[in-house]
């Protein structure tokens, strides 16, 4: 009997959803259309000239930024994995999305989260090893650890994502289809599954520890000692200085783990489905487009960069 459920319920599935989002507000879906088309635009823009800054200023090939290039390039991946498909079910009437299609949303959203909490991680340790320790940091933050750090915030964040996106769309839905959000987000699947799915949200838990928990943990103790330093600094520029590296870090840090903590570290059948579609419109198109304005007003070797990018652009025109 159970077989027979999940073979009709497999067959069920591999025809595709239906992404509800907000087409239950559709005087909402024209603005957030425009809206959402605008951020998208502003986040490839914004991302890619702090990749291109990066690669070609020689000034800026430090360790800092060879992250903050990481972190551009992951937002990109990551908006671009997202919002093509929210763009056209927002457009017109048409709301579906293939099983396929879903399963690649699920994993790319999954992992491009996780490599994003260990990134942060990363650049915490690298801002940490700036400030903490200045006359060892180009011995401590060498090329070789700098890669090697990288490859384990992407290593991790999509070994995550082929454990947990396999497992969230193999849960039996008894022929559901209609997906009530606007992407194909692990909560918004495991709530439509008509098993228990308490085992999911514990092993969904104890990963999320080791992803967002156990980096988040790192960067407030990394902070603090980055605290203790500053404060040990007898001069108002060189405090100034200290706090100006790290300010961009920390406000996309608050950015990006306020709204995850609150989707990803609570059960299921306390999960607000609106609550959810606004927080995940938050950090799918906000948060990806102001990180480069962050790390732009607040940094003058990124002001300068693009002021020289410029003048050899004219110069050269």
Known sequence: MWSEVMEKDNTSSFEGFFL?????????????????????LLTLLGNMTIILLSALDSQLHTPMYFFLANLSFLDMCFTTGSIPQMLYNLWGPDKTISYLGCAIQLYFILALGGVECVLLAVMAYDRYAAVCKP??????????????????AWLSGFGNSLIMAPQTLMLPRCGHRRVDHFLCEMPALIGMACVDTMTLEALAFALAVFII??????????YGHIAGTVFRIKSAAGRKKAFNTCSSHLIVVSLFYGTIIYMYLQPANTYSQDQGKFLTLFYTIVTPSVNPLIYTLRNKDVKEAMKKVLRKGSAEA
């Open 135 to 152: 006359l060892h940091y180009t011995v401590i933050m060498h090329p070789r650890l700098c890669g090697q750090l990288a490859s384990v």
């Open 20 to 40: 509800v989002g907000f087409s239950d507000r559709p005087h909402l879906e024209l603005i957030l259309f425009v809206v959402v088309l605008t951020f998208y």
């Open 213 to 222: 928990l156990a980096p988040l943990v790192f960067i407030l103790i990394s």
